[in-house]
């Protein structure tokens, strides 16, 4: 059996780290396409989230990318404030085609002022600068349980903790129940905190302000 097991010390971390940091996975059951009940990694799937002031169309595109040793599958992120472009990332992942757990590989981030690229913040790939793959989704989630979704050192500490998964919420794009809501905090800043919520069978439904206006794939 190969794997890959994603380990680090994670130098710069706030308190005690109950936070997972360690996944031992068989690299020959991952694969690039697949969905468990709360995230949907199949070509052309989209979710367009909004606020009164930003939006982001989330698609999975049909590209892939090798990234430490894993062919991954390409999400792309187009951020928009006020209608102007701010930020476009190809985000890496791969899915356990038995637990149907989603892997986080990194990202790509090209960030915009005024329609150009200014800068490439919050970049990272794992096997690049002792930088390794973290969950982004687990395939059958529980309340408590905590984990890194980013494991860069000095770029991206992004952990997650699920603390809800019967939570309801209206959207412009229908009524959802039986929502996964997911605690999001940084190993990099103890006071940086955010709320996401995610539905079953169709992703993520509700990033702070934003919420879920369309969802589906585009093709459709």
């Known amino acids: 059996m190969i794997t ?3 380990v680090v010390a994670l130098a710069g971390t706030q308190g005690p780290d ?3 940091s360690q996944f031992e996975v068989d690299k020959k059951d991952l694969v690039t396409t697949g969905k468990n009940d709360y995230f ?3 070509p052309e799937y989209q979710l367009v989230l909004e606020s009164a002031t930003e939006k982001v169309l989330i698609t999975v595109l049909e590209k892939t990318k090798l990234v430490d040793g894993v062919k991954t599958r390409v999400v792309e992120e187009r951020e928009f404030e006020y209608g102007e472009l701010k930020e476009v990332s190809f985000n890496y992942f791969a899915i356990d085609k038995n637990s149907k757990a989603v892997y986080y590989f990194g990202e790509d981030v090209d960030i915009y002022e005024d329609g150009k690229v200014v800068r490439h ?3 990272w790939l794992s096997g690049v600068d002792r930088a390794r793959f973290g969950l982004i989704m687990p395939g059958t989630p529980k309340i408590g349980y ?8 000095g770029k991206a500490l992004d952990r997650a903790e699920i603390v809800s998964l019967s939570e309801t ?3 412009p794009a229908g009524q959802f129940s039986d929502c996964l809501k997911v605690l999001e905090t940084t190993g990099m800043d103890a006071n940086e905190r955010g709320y996401k919520l995610y539905a079953k069978g169709v992703g993520l439904i509700q990033d702070e302000d934003m919420t879920l206006r369309k969802y589906g794939y585009i093709d459709d």
């Open 40 to 42: 949907i990694l199949e």
């Open 169 to 171: 919420l209206k959207t």
């Open 121 to 123: 913040e919050g970049e």
């Open 146 to 153: 905590a984990h890194y979704q980013e494991i860069a050192p």
């Open 4 to 6: 890959l097991l994603a």
């Open 18 to 20: 109950r936070f997972q």
